[in-house]
């Protein structure tokens, strides 16, 4: 059960190299982000920590659909995540899978882990802060992903695994 996390220009590579399963997009509106998977879930959100005028903030029902498109992930095959730069949307999707794969108490396990996949890994607050309430996590992922703290300064993230099923996480 493998989560592989990329920015957009490595997605073509990962799709051939792992055949993942399931794939999810996290573009600005209008953003060219078009790659075929088996089971594919395209949100289009801009990657803002709270509501601006003439943006469109992540909501409720882009983790709802997140969540409830994770839940018809089997993990036979990888499932991708990919964003624009591999740093924020993505890795804030992926937390919020790990952490709905498990039973609460786990998010600061997962929160480090991450960091430890990801040294420029910034989730995106406003996710994070979407699932937590959904999950009924009592601000235990908000407060875990704040413990890590921003990650290092880049223009575009290193693709990343986090394994669901074990101790594990890798850098690509």
């Not at 399931?22 to 209008?30: D, E, I």
């Not at 790659?35 to 509501?51: G, K, S, Y």
Request: charge should be negative.
């Amino acid at each position: 059960m493998r989560l592989i996390v990329s920015p957009l220009p490595q997605v073509e590579q990962l799709l051939v190299e792992h055949q993942p399963s399931h794939l999810v997009t996290l573009a600005s509106p209008g953003a060219e982000a078009a790659f075929d998977a088996e089971h594919r879930l395209d949100l289009r959100f801009n990657d803002i920590a709270a509501p601006r005028e003439g943006l469109v903030a992540p909501s409720m029902e882009h983790v709802e659909a997140l969540l409830a498109f994770a839940e018809g992930w089997t993990g036979a095959r990888p499932l991708l995540i990919h964003c624009w730069a591999g740093v924020s949307r993505s890795t804030a999707a992926a937390y919020v899978i790990a952490c709905a794969r498990t039973a609460p108490g786990c998010e600061a396990a997962w929160a480090a882990r991450l960091r430890d996949a990801a040294p420029t890994a910034t989730p995106n607050p406003l996710i994070i802060a979407l699932a937590d309430r959904l999950l009924d996590r009592g601000d235990a992922m908000v407060r875990a992903v704040e413990a890590i703290g921003r990650g290092a300064e880049t223009d575009w993230g290193d693709p990343f695994e986090l394994n669901l099923t074990s101790e594990g996480a890798r850098r690509r």
